[in-house]
């Protein structure tokens, strides 16, 4: 759990005068699992983070946003963006593996050719300067951007990394950017397959 999600659910206890016991029985998770949460000594899973927000009267978005804002500690996984998605009923379809790896290829192929390459290098800096440097693997893809830019790799990576930074540009995904706080949940799912990609070429 982000610092930022104890400090929020520490004020939202104070202001409603419950105790972690109480925090325990209205959600039923163990009190000692609650202090090691709030204590850094154990991660929140999403059944978790939907149980504290219902107690407390705190937006599940709100927990997550505060999650995404800095590096991802566990990798993102399907069921927890579905989950997300399911809970905060936001319109979107079609939201699977398979699809995701259509979405892959399908970039793969416009970053090899000219006009790709051109949109990733001239829109990057302006899709990463909106952002703010917040998001997930803010880090991973600037250094994708400089290896692309250079063409410092082999062409099997270079498209994949072209993939990963063509889907980060797009705005009209899979999950749509502009559906905050997890409209770039999908493009930390892409980044993390093709790192993991990437990672068995070596």
Known sequence: MSPNDVVLIKEALRESNKSMRQLAKETGIN??????????KR???????????????????DLVSSEESGE????V?????????????????????DSLKENIQKYQKKSNTEEGRATILDQFKSKM??????????QQLESMYQTFKEKKASKKE?????SALFYF????????????????LDDALVIQYVMQSLSMKH
């Not at 991802?72 to 990798?75: A, L």
């Not at 996984?77 to 593996?97: C, G, T, Y």
């Not at 797009?170 to 409209?183: E, H, K, Q, R, T």
Request: aromatic residues 8%; neutral net charge; charged residues 10%.
């Open 31 to 40: 009190v000692s699992t609650i202090s090691r949460i709030l204590n850094g």
């Open 129 to 138: 300067a909106a952002l703010g440097g917040q998001g997930p693997y803010i």
């Open 77 to 97: 996984s399907f069921n927890h963006v579905r989950a997300i998605i399911s809970e905060m009923n936001l319109p979107v379809k079609d939201f699977s593996a």
């Open 158 to 162: 270079l498209l994949l990394m072209g």
């Open 43 to 61: 991660k929140a899973n999403l059944d978790h983070l939907k149980a504290i927000s219902t107690s407390l009267h705190i937006p599940l978005s």
């Open 169 to 184: 540009i797009a705005s009209m995904d899979m999950i749509p950017d502009y559906l905050f706080p997890v409209g770039y």
């Open 72 to 75: 991802p500690t566990q990798p």
